[in-house]
């Protein structure tokens, strides 16, 4: 269910941004398609559905300690007729046809040390009512500081302000194979507790909090445990939610989650 394309630790200064000019082909079929998903979204959504700006992943590498990313504008219109709706665009034009608006996810782990995710309520455009992390996107106001976007979802989702974050760092990029859209996975510690997160949640995406100890045996009991399709479970996880588990753990504990067995579970649920 996941790629995993890139790992690492990155803070803020070893991130280096440049932003480029759009590289996405433009296909006459994949404009139409583009064209009427939206407005049959439109249709059902009226003024709630707004075509803002997003930034997009072009392409990336690294350099020593350091990642550069080359980035772009799309929007949400893009985003929503191609990777939201149509990623299996990707297989006859190929994934540059698509918007790949670039998301922002956080494994939130609190000043009780406990991992802090979101219940999604079933008003959201994709994977309602799943475990999901505190996450958004990247907007073009957040270039060249990626960063700011993380910060800004947090302070949007949790009202959490930049002072209450104790560290912050990029951990990894993965794609849900569902959506085929980069997901930039950060690791976020935070002087507040769990319970004062319960207070400050805010709902217009998320009903409720999902709380598990950060410690290593209970982590990786729910890791082995995870069916990502399992209907009867009362937390049923989306993708990205499980990759951030995942970085989270191997930041956090180092060799223990460096094992094979380790590797080989992430391998077994991302496929």
Not at 112 to 127: F, I, P
Request: glycine share 6%; hydrophobic share 40%.
């Amino acid at each position: 269910m996941l790629n995993l394309l890139l790992q690492g630790s990155w803070t803020q200064e070893q991130i280096k941004v440049s932003t480029i000019p759009s590289t996405r082909p433009i296909y006459p079929e994949v404009e139409k398609i583009i064209e009427q998903t939206w407005a049959e979204k439109k249709s059902h959504l009226g003024d709630a559905l707004f075509d803002g700006p997003m930034s997009r992943l072009e392409s990336f590498h690294t350099d020593g300690p350091n990642l550069h990313l080359n980035l772009s504008t799309t929007s949400y219109r893009v985003f929503l007729g191609t990777n939201l709706c149509h990623a299996s665009l990707a297989e006859k034009f190929g994934r540059p046809a698509l918007a790949n608006a670039i998301g922002l996810s956080a494994a939130l782990i609190t000043a009780d040390n406990k991992l802090v995710m979101g219940r999604r309520n079933d008003r959201v455009a994709y994977y309602p009512n799943r475990i999901h992390p505190f996450a958004g996107a990247l907007e073009p106001q957040d270039v060249p500081n990626v960063f700011d976007g993380m910060q800004r979802e947090l302070k949007e989702e949790l009202n959490l302000s930049a002072d209450q974050i104790q560290e912050l760092r990029m951990l990894a990029i993965i794609e849900d194979q569902r959506l085929l859209q980069p997901e930039f996975i950060f690791v976020a510690r935070t002087s507040c507790t769990a319970p004062e997160f319960g207070q400050s949640l805010n709902n217009a995406e998320h009903r409720d909090l999902w709380v598990l100890s950060a410690i290593s045996p209970t982590m990786w009991e729910l890791l082995n445990s995870i069916k990502l399709e399992d209907k009867t479970s009362p937390d049923i996880f989306t993708p990205v939610a499980v990759g951030a588990l995942i970085m989270f753990g191997r930041h956090a504990f180092g060799d223990e989650w460096r094992k094979q067995e380790v590797m080989s579970a992430f391998q077994v649920i991302a496929q």
